[in-house]
Nanobody
Framework: QVQVADTGGGLVQAGGSLRLSCAAS????????MGWFRQAPGKEREFVAA????????YYADSVKGRFAISRGNAKNTVYLQMNSLKPEDTAVYSC?????????????????????WGQGTQVTVSS
């Protein structure tokens, strides 16, 4: 059984930083492509960032490009989302997700449908 656990959310002032972590278990961690999505109150879930199994392919939503960085430590079975220069509009529940696909097309990484395994979500609140 695959389990995904995301942690690291909290309350931070605008301009601050947070680092989210996500651990996936059940198979060799390097066999998962990993992604982060977020959902703000009253809004649909949206893609934030993703990284391929090898770490070679990395994708970001335009809204976070240059501020957020996704990375993976396969030895630690963990993927990280470093969030800098946070804005109030970044406030949302952030969820980590895993998939075993290894396609090259961007859409496979940015579309929630392709992720089979999800964490419970962690709240990120950015105050102005």
């Amino acid at each position: 059984q695959v389990q995904v656990a995301d942690t690291g959310g909290g309350l931070v002032q605008a301009g601050g930083s947070l680092r989210l972590s996500c651990a996936a278990s059940g198979r060799t961690f390097s066999s998962y492509a990993m992604g982060w999505f977020r959902q703000a109150p009253g809004k649909e879930r949206e893609f934030v960032a993703a990284i391929s199994r090898s770490g070679v392919r990395i994708y970001y939503a335009d809204s976070v490009k240059g501020r957020f960085a996704i990375s993976r430590g396969n030895a630690k079975n963990t993927v990280y989302l470093q969030m800098n220069s946070l804005k109030p509009e970044d406030t949302a529940v952030y969820s980590c997700a895993a998939q075993t696909n290894d396609y090259s097309a961007r859409s496979y990484y940015t579309t929630a449908y392709y992720y089979a395994y999800w964490g419970q979500g962690t709240q990120v609140t950015v105050s102005s």
